[in-house]
């Protein structure tokens, strides 16, 4: 999730590793509850993570999708207002004619829903010995981009990488894209549970754009805070002017659908 725009010079951002369990009211209820911690402790953006109200997993997909708006991304958009502040919902499976989908809903500080993202690259993964699973045998994935304006800078990746991808690429795909794009990036995946059919790593994390980790989480559910520099993210770039050094004459990165 891309987070441009007219920038704060610094923000408090914070990540919920939500514990996430079978009961949708529990995690909504949960999730609502620790959105107003960060709040009082702040934080003036706030990330989910990905499938925050529901079991990760194929077979819950179906019985816990929901419409958008719904139930769930109604009462995001309620506390986004009463806190004054952007959250990023992180995704719940949402339902639309006739298919579902990994979906991330926005809200701006009051209320307002400011962009609806279908996760486009589902999670298809065959490790012999270690994991298999497949988002694709109940997911459709998403067909077009999705951005809005808002006045923070950062990339956001809501993540629930397992056990196997976890210790292997969950900070190293982080710290790459920091250095590669020269910005803070941010991942919020929920608590593990070891007794769930899908185990999440944890570990959310924050990243600066240097690749070093500001904060990162254990496994447990927390709030992971951290505040967010932008003067630094512009000094690093002065340092190290890899957008002015693009050879646009040569190659460049083309949207083909808006």
Not at 91 to 107: H, M, Q, R
Request: aromatic share 8%.
């Amino acid at each position: 999730m891309v987070l441009p725009g007219r920038a704060m010079a610094t923000f408090r951002l914070a990540l919920i590793q939500l514990q996430v369990s079978s009961i949708k009211s529990e995690n909504l209820t949960r999730a609502c509850g620790l959105i107003r911690e960060a709040s009082k402790q702040g934080a003036q953006i706030v990330s989910l993570p990905e499938c925050f109200n529901s079991p990760y997993g194929t077979k819950y997909f179906p019985d816990y999708a929901e419409k958008i708006p719904g139930d769930s991304t109604q009462k995001l958009s309620e506390v986004a207002k009463e806190c004054s502040m952007y959250v990023i919902g992180g995704s719940i499976p949402e339902k639309d004619a006739g298919k579902l989908y990994n979906t991330c809903a926005v809200f701006g500080p009051d209320g307002t829903l400011l962009v609806k993202h279908r996760k486009l690259h589902l999670f298809d993964i065959d490790v012999p010995g270690k994991i298999t699973f497949q988002e694709s045998e109940t997911l459709s994935p998403g067909d077009s981009f999705s951005s809005f304006d808002t006045r923070c800078q950062l990339l956001v990746y809501p993540g629930a990488f397992n056990l196997t991808t976890g210790p292997a690429h969950w900070e190293l795909l982080q710290r790459g894209r920091a250095v590669d794009n020269q910005v803070y990036v941010a991942t919020a995946s929920p608590a593990r549970d070891e007794k769930a059919s899908y185990v999440a790593w944890g570990h959310s994390t924050v990243v600066n754009p240097w690749g070093e980790v500001l904060a990162k989480a254990g496994t447990e559910e927390t709030i992971v805070y951290a505040d967010i520099d932008l003067k630094k993210l512009a000094e690093i770039r002065q340092q190290i002017p890899i957008f002015s050094q693009k050879r646009s004459d040569l190659y460049a990165v083309e949207a083909k659908k808006s």
